[in-house]
């Protein structure tokens, strides 16, 4: 069974700033990490493969970036995962999440024989959680978002799918794509000789040219959305609170909303 | 410090670093409060390699030595003292059979701890014999392929946690230090308790009991050595350890100036903040320079150890010695710095202060390292005089 976990190197948000002059995120000196979600994903990716028993599942993890993504794959392959690839091009950067989507779906259709694909739900920087289902959709296979439960038996999982409100129940044939949540287990930390490992352990390095992918729909060129303006948004001032019972303070909002809402204040 | 570490034990140091900020800084307060045993710690440092890294990898082990030892300690203990003991107090048990042990009794007893599942303890303290280790009581008379233990050990570190006891026993009566042995025991054999839990002043999520022997019957096969070694085991194993007594001191006094440091530059006192002020700053450079300095000391002991050097009595008791002054001085400072807050439990520095204090203590008094240095002092000095 081989297993492909997706993964992000994301800034540390709680480390990262906005540029006032220039809008933009300051990223110099800010500490590359795993995306969170993303370390989850890795989780269950080797809780599924332990539980299958030894050597019967692979895990690979996977990204796309620049190469000092590395760093990101290493740390995955200190925690035990048993191969790493990493896509890197010039033609790749730039990338909204369709462009990345592309990518990554070539990506694994390379690797080939996929069973399951594992996502960390969104990125703390983009926030779209929209690459998992992208990939999903290219490869044409079904998916689970939101997951905190996955049971793999043969060729089915069952999967629970966080609501609001609780969550459903969801039985998917493989391969299957799946995006995960913080409630679906405690990742490990990696050991000594995981990271010893890791330090030394070669990583797969695909370019555009080595992919089955159509370039005009790559990188910043093949990217339909644009990210235009990054802002903190200003600070409103207080607004006013209108104290008293609601049968006194309710008709006074409807006297000062209502104007506003037709335009006329 | 970083352009002396290989880029391995940069790693331990960082991984180290990383397990007390994730998991042991949320439960160091309560368990300190509660002295309940930190037992998910120990399995997390066991699956991340750290809990057997002093420990031979042919039995499962890093196959690190004093330094790797020194590194996790001196990490551990930046966060917590007391919870780092489960690991340390542990080593310094297992430490007799990693030295004196034989390959069966190394791969019976060692290969469980180095997978965190079973935990050791060094017993040597009674009642009536602390720096005066040679007038131990416990004896273990033979008896067929036995020998058979009486006597009370008092105030063992993870004593009632541990199933691998490194006792410490008196073989022959009335022959002083050359009729004392080292067994192991284990927990579970007929005849050997343990008294209550202590209740201390700190390392507090550090379990410490007393051990009771009666009529215990130990297998002839669990004796380390000779009999009559056990004194020299005691004073080999303490050789080893001291250094990571020494780390664990400086990795709470560490922890304490962190929290004073940061403390003073955001509170402020007649309009500014207190780390502007020359009392304060001059504090501040004393304890750094002090910590550095212990620093320089237990990693230069740990090296001479590492190196294979026979005679490391001095300079492990000087690192002993020095970091554990080092660490009281400098939490009670980073206390006083923290003022009012300092007192309160709410802020960690009063535990960091209460912690240190055993390390000026256990493993041999200061006073008992005194004496092991200016030993060592008088005699390189006569020995100089016969060659010169």
């Known amino acids: ?265 | 410090m970083s352009v002396f570490l290989t880029e391995e034990q940069q790693m331990l140091k960082e991984l180290c670093a990383q397990i007390a900020t994730e998991k042991i800084l949320p439960i160091r307060e309560e368990l300190d409060e509660s002295g309940e045993f930190p037992w998910d710690i120990v399995r997390i440092l066991a699956a991340s390699d750290i809990y057997g890294v002093y420990i031979p990898e042919e039995y499962g082990g890093f196959g690190g030595g004093v330094t790797e030892m020194c590194i996790a300690t001196e990490e551990l203990s930046r966060v917590c003292g007391g919870i780092t003991l489960a690991f340390a107090a542990s080593a310094l048990g297992a430490h007799p059979i990693l030295l004196f042990g034989s390959d069966e009794q190394k791969k019976k007893y060692l290969v469980p701890i180095a997978a965190g599942e079973k935990l050791a303890a060094f017993a040597l303290t009674e009642a009536n014999a602390g720096s005066d280790a040679g007038a131990i009581e416990t004896t273990a008379i033979a008896d067929g392929d036995h020998y058979v233990l009486n006597g009370t050990k008092q105030w063992i570190t993870n004593g009632g946690e541990a199933e691998t006891y490194t006792v410490v026993v008196r073989t022959r009566k009335g022959t002083g230090i050359r009729g004392i042995s080292c067994l192991i025991v284990e927990k579970g054999t007929s005849g050997f308790d343990f008294g209550k839990k202590e209740n201390k002043m700190g390392i507090r999520a550090s379990t410490t009991r007393e051990l009771v022997f009666q009529d215990c019957r130990v297998p002839k096969e669990n004796l380390l050595g000779r009999e009559g070694m056990g004194f020299l085991i005691a004073m080999r194993t303490f050789d080893m350890s001291r250094p990571g007594v020494a780390a664990q001191a400086v990795g709470i006094a560490q922890g304490a100036l962190d929290e004073a440091v940061k403390y003073a530059r955001e509170r402020e006192q007649f309009g500014q903040p207190i780390a502007s002020f020359q009392g304060i700053q001059f504090m501040l450079a004393d304890m750094a320079t002090q910590i550095e300095a212990a620093r320089a000391l237990v990693y230069r002991a740990a090296a001479v150890i590492d190196s294979g050097e026979k005679n490391v009595s001095k300079i492990s008791a000087m690192a002993k010695l020095f970091a554990s002054d080092v660490a009281m001085r400098v939490t009670t400072d980073a206390v006083q710095i923290l003022g009012g807050y300092g007192y309160m439990k709410e802020y960690p520095v009063e535990k960091m202060m209460r912690d240190a204090k055993i390390t000026q203590i256990y493993e041999g008094t200061n006073q008992i390292q005194r004496t092991i240095i200016a030993s060592q002092v008088i005699k390189d000095s006569a020995a100089k005089e016969k060659m010169g």
């Not at chain 1, 948000?13 to 890795?42: K, Q, W």
């Not at chain 1, 024989?113 to 959709?137: E, N």
């Not at chain 1, 948004?233 to 006074?252: A, F």
């Open chain 1, 1 to 265: 069974m081989k297993i492909v976990v997706l993964i992000k190197q994301v800034p540390d948000t709680t480390e990262v700033r906005i540029d006032p002059e220039t809008n933009t995120l300051v990223r110099e000196g800010v500490p590359s990490i795993i995306n969170p979600f993303d370390t989850y994903a890795i989780e269950e990716a080797l809780r599924i493969s332990e539980k299958l028993g030894e050597g019967v599942a692979e895990v690979v993890v996977m990204s796309m970036g620049p190469p000092q993504v590395e760093t990101a794959l290493r740390e995955a392959l200190a925690l035990g995962v048993d191969e790493a690839v990493l896509l890197t091009d010039r033609a790749f950067a730039g990338a909204d999440t369709w462009a990345t989507s592309v990518t990554l779906a070539a990506g694994i259709e390379k690797l080939g024989d996929v069973d399951v694909v594992l996502c960390g739900k969104q990125a703390i920087d983009g926030d779209t959680a929209q690459v998992g289902p992208g990939v999903a959709c290219l490869l044409d296979i079904p998916q689970v978002t939101y997951v905190r439960k996955i049971d793999i038996e043969g060729d089915t999982a069952v999967a629970e799918r966080m609501m609001e409100d609780g969550y459903d129940v969801v039985r998917a044939k493989l391969p299957c794509l799946f995006t995960v949540v913080k409630e679906i287990n405690e990742p490990r930390l990696p050991s000594l000789k995981g990271k010893m490992k890791a330090r030394k352990a070669e990583i797969t390095t695909w370019g555009a040219a080595d992919l089955d992918v159509d370039h005009a729909q790559i990188g910043l060129d093949g990217s339909p959305t644009r990210v235009v303006k990054i802002f903190s948004p200003e600070q409103r001032s207080e607004g006013e609170v209108l104290e008293g019972e609601p049968d006194e303070t309710v008709p006074e909002l409807v006297a000062r909303i209502l104007p506003v809402l037709k335009g006329e204040a």
